[in-house]
C-alpha cells in the first residue's frame, strides 16, 4: 500500500534550522508533484512548498528565501529545508503526494514542528 514517512521535526529555537524529510512507498515517485503543507493550531492546511517530477518548485510567500523543497527521484524522497525558523512556522507538517494526471493524491502523517525559545 502507500505509505508517506515524515521525520525530521522537533523543537528548535528561533532562527534555527530543520530538515525535514518524506519516504514514499507503493507509488511511481517521479509521476508524483510532491508538495509540504502546514497546519498550525486553530488554523487551515495550507500550502507551504510544491516539487514538480522535473523539479520545478513553487513557495508560500511568507516561507520564501527561507524554505527549501527538494527531491531525490532515485530515494523515493522529498526534503523539506527550513532555515531561518520563526514562532509563526510552528505546525504539523505533512507530506502530499499528488499524482501528475489526476486529483489521486496521499497524505502522510505529519510530522510536529515547534519553534520556541
Known amino acids: 500500500q502507500v505509505q508517506l514517512v515524515e521525520s525530521g521535526g522537533g523543537l528548535v529555537q528561533p532562527g534555527g534550522s530543520l530538515k525535514l524529510s518524506c519516504a514514499a512507498s507503493?507509488?511511481?515517485?517521479?509521476?508524483?508533484?510532491m508538495n509540504w503543507y502546514a497546519q498550525a493550531p486553530g488554523k487551515q492546511r495550507e500550502l507551504v512548498a510544491r516539487i514538480t517530477s522535473d523539479g520545478s518548485t513553487n513557495y508560500a510567500d511568507s516561507v520564501k528565501g527561507r524554505f527549501t523543497i527538494s527531491r531525490d527521484n532515485a530515494k523515493n524522497t522529498v526534503f523539506l529545508q527550513m532555515n531561518s525558523l520563526k514562532p509563526d512556522d510552528t505546525a504539523v507538517y505533512y507530506c502530499?503526494?499528488?499524482?501528475?494526471?489526476?486529483?489521486?493524491?496521499?497524505w502522510g502523517q505529519g510530522t510536529q514542528v515547534t519553534v520556541s525559545s
Open positions: 507503493g507509488i511511481t515517485f517521479s509521476l508524483y508533484v
Open positions: 502530499n503526494a499528488k499524482f501528475q494526471y489526476s486529483d489521486l493524491a496521499y
